[in-house]
């Protein structure tokens, strides 16, 4: 049974950091890439950072580039999202998704982030 599972969501004043884990089960982690999605309440669902399986690239959202830093442990079958200088425009509930080009896309549940004073 595949399961991505968001942890390290919650409320945090501007200017603040965040670390978000999603720990991945019942498929071959480290044949994924991953990625790091964002929706906000009447927004369109964002895709926010990705990373390669063997974390050879990244890639991020201009909005979070220099901010934000995506990172994985294989060996641990986890994926993470550290956001730094959080601003209350990040305001959103967070995915995790796991995708291959031949096939397989994976949704955690979702998580809430909430920048606020």
């Known amino acids: 049974q595949v399961q991505l599972v968001e942890s390290g969501g919650g409320l945090v004043q501007p200017g603040g950091s965040l670390r978000l884990s999603c720990a991945a089960s019942?498929?071959?982690?480290?044949?994924?890439?991953m990625r790091w999605h964002r929706q906000a309440p009447g927004k369109e669902r964002e895709l926010v950072a990705s990373?390669?399986?063997?974390?050879?690239?990244?890639n991020y959202a201009d909005s979070v580039k220099g901010r934000f830093t995506i990172s994985r442990d294989n060996a641990k079958n986890t994926v993470y999202l550290q956001m730094n200088k959080l601003k209350p425009d990040d305001t959103a509930v967070y995915y995790c998704n796991a995708y291959r080009v031949s096939g397989g896309d994976f949704w955690g549940q979702g998580i809430q982030v909430t920048v606020s004073s």
């Open positions: 990373i390669g399986n063997v974390a050879a690239f990244t």
């Open positions: 019942g498929f071959t982690f480290s044949m994924y890439a």
